[in-house]
Structure formats: C-alpha cells, structure tokens
C-alpha cells in the first residue's frame, strides 16, 4: 500500500494464550497484545528493524458471522491480524467451499497452512503430527478477532480453514503469526534501492494484481468479498 507493506510472520513463531483471564476480553486489553508489543518485540528484533516498522491504526470489529460485537481502536506495531484483514489481503479465490461455520482451504490457500517452528513446538502449539501429509508440523494460529462469544477468538486451524466459532481465550496451544506495517522507502534508502528499481517493482505487483470478485451470497445469506492489495509474507 503505496510507502509500506504488511509482513505477515511465514511460520508460526510461538505458542501464547490470547488472554490468561479466560474471561471476556477485547484485543485492547488481551495477554497477546501485550506480549507482542513487549516482551516479542524488544527481542525479536534489532533496534535497527524498529525503525521500519510503523505505528498502525487497528480497527478491530466484532465478529460478523456470529454478530458478536467487538472493541476499541487500537494503535500497534506488532499484532494478530483480524477477520476483516484476513479477508482483505486473500487473493481472487474461490468460494464453492464456503459453509456458514467455515471457510474452505482454496479461500486462505496463500497462507499455506502455517508449520510451526520447533520452538513454537517445544511451547505447546497443537501441530499436524504425520510427515507423509501435506499439513505436517501446521498448526493453529489466533486471529484477533471475538468467537462465538467475547470469552472466545478466532483462530486459523492447521487444517486450513478459519474457525469462526473460536478457542476460549485461555486456550494454551495455539500459535502466533505476528503481523507488522513496514516501511518501504526507508527500507530502500537503507539497503540502497534505487528509485527506478522501487518503480519497476510496483508496476509488477500492479499488474499482477488481479480483479476485484462481485460479492457472492451463499444460501445463508452471508456475503463475502475478496479484497486483494499488496501483501509481503
């Protein structure tokens, strides 16, 4: 998105609770923010990566499927992605597999079921166990978004499709996939980019973008649309 890029963690990092409460929690207030934004942060990455990474403004609604309501506004660094994002940064996909609990495998393809690290797997993240499968070593990862309720969230299941339903938030083996903002020309200017070079680079993902799907409006009546713009993963 014009100067900065998202980047989406290509494994599972670690495995945390969404909150330890088990009670009622918005991301505003939830365990998982706070360790993203403090602990994770500082020793995850150099001083020298802080300065690309950009403050974002978060909207972080409720859960549209089940209509539970959501929280305030946020501004973070790190963070888990939401519903709404997931959604908003999936490629054109299909959508024959929709059901109203669920989304298919081909509409989160791109995220490619997420293997955990050995790490995140010495912590405790559930991972697919058989290494004859194409899911092996994948496991779950929370979004940020409420459950069927607000003691709940949503998490991606290594099977590959979202669970709108969710996890207690006090649920203990499931994994993280951090998300950050990062700045693409202060980046350039670093690793000394040329403009010409930043240029061409945009034109391609331009191109390679593909068109906006109408939205489609399953049995249930639920509508969902795929919202493509530029990711880096």
Request: charged fraction near 25%; glycine fraction near 8%.
């Amino acid at each position: 998105e014009g100067d900065r890029a998202l980047v989406l963690s290509k494994y599972i990092l670690d495995c945390m609770v969404y909150d330890a409460g088990g009670d009622e929690v918005s991301w505003e207030d939830a365990g998982l923010r706070v360790w993203l934004s403090g602990e994770f942060f500082t020793e995850a990455f150099t001083t020298d990566e802080w300065d690309y990474m950009r403050y974002t403004e978060l909207e972080n609604n409720g859960n549209p499927y089940l209509n539970v309501p959501g929280g305030e506004k946020t501004k973070d660094l790190i963070f888990a992605l939401s519903i709404d994002e997931l959604e908003k940064y999936t490629p054109e996909s299909s959508y024959d597999d929709f059901e109203w609990y669920w989304f298919g495998n081909s509409y989160y393809e791109w995220l490619d079921n997420a293997q955990a690290t050995e790490y995140a797997i010495q912590k405790g993240v559930q991972v697919w166990p058989w290494e004859n499968s194409d899911i092996y070593k994948c496991g779950n990862w929370w979004l940020r978004s409420p459950g069927e309720d607000s003691a709940k969230a949503m998490f991606y299941n290594f099977s590959g499709f979202v669970d709108l339903e969710g996890f207690r938030c006090n649920t203990y083996d499931v994994g993280v996939r951090p998300a950050v903002w990062v700045d693409l020309t202060s980046m350039a200017e670093d690793f000394g980019v040329s403009e010409d070079v930043q240029e061409n680079v945009q034109e391609d993902i331009q191109e390679a973008m593909p068109e906006e799907e109408p939205v489609v409006q399953p049995e249930n009546g639920s509508g969902l649309q795929a919202n493509p713009e530029k990711v880096f993963s």
